[in-house]
C-alpha cells in the first residue's frame, strides 16, 4: 500500500473506530480489534500499534479514562502485533484466527486485569475465575463483533484489490 494512500486508510480506520465507540452499541461489539488487526495486516507495521492506541485515546478523552487503559490499549497493540503474523501467513483461515485470537487475549487480559486491580473480585483464583465468567457476555459480544468487522474490513479491502486489478488488466489490453 503507497504512504498517501495508506495515511488514508489509517484516518479512515480511526474515525469509524470513533465514531462507533462513541455512538451507542452493544457493550463491547466495537471495531477495535478488527482495526487493529487489519492494521498490522495491510499498513504499514507502525500503524498497527498507533492506529488503535488513536482510537482508543481519543475517543476515552471524550468517553473517559479508567484505572485499566493500559491493559485495554495494550491488548489493542498486541492485537496489531498478530496482525504482523496473519500477514506473512495471509489466507482466510488465518485472519479468523487472527480475530479469534484477539479476542480471547482481550478477554483474558482485561478480566485478569479487572480482577488484579479492581476491588469487585478478591485476589485468588476464584476471583479470577468469577471475572471471567462476569465477562462472558462481554466476550462474546466481542468475539461476534469481531468476526463481523474483521470481516468487512478484509472483505472490502480484498475486494477493492481485486477490482483495482481488474479494472487496471482492461486498461493494458486496450
Known sequence: MKKKYSIAVALALI???MAVRLLPHPANFTPLAAIALFS?????RRFA?????AVMVASDALIGFHN???FTWGSFALIGVIGWWV?????????IG?????????????????????TMYPHTIS??????????PFFRN???GDLFYTSTFFGAYELAERLGVRIGARAEIR
Open 142 to 144: 466481542m468475539l461476534l
Open 15 to 17: 474515525l469509524v473506530g
Open 68 to 70: 485499566l487503559v493500559l
Open 98 to 118: 487472527g480475530a479469534l485470537a484477539g479476542s480471547l487475549l482481550f478477554y483474558l487480559v482485561t478480566n485478569w486485569a479487572v480482577m488484579q486491580f479492581g
Open 127 to 136: 476471583g479470577l475465575l468469577g471475572s471471567y465468567a462476569a465477562g462472558i
Open 87 to 95: 500477514q506473512k501467513h495471509k489466507h482466510v483461515t488465518t485472519v
Open 49 to 53: 500499534l498507533v492506529v488503535p492506541l
Open 40 to 44: 498490522g495486516v495491510y499498513l504499514p
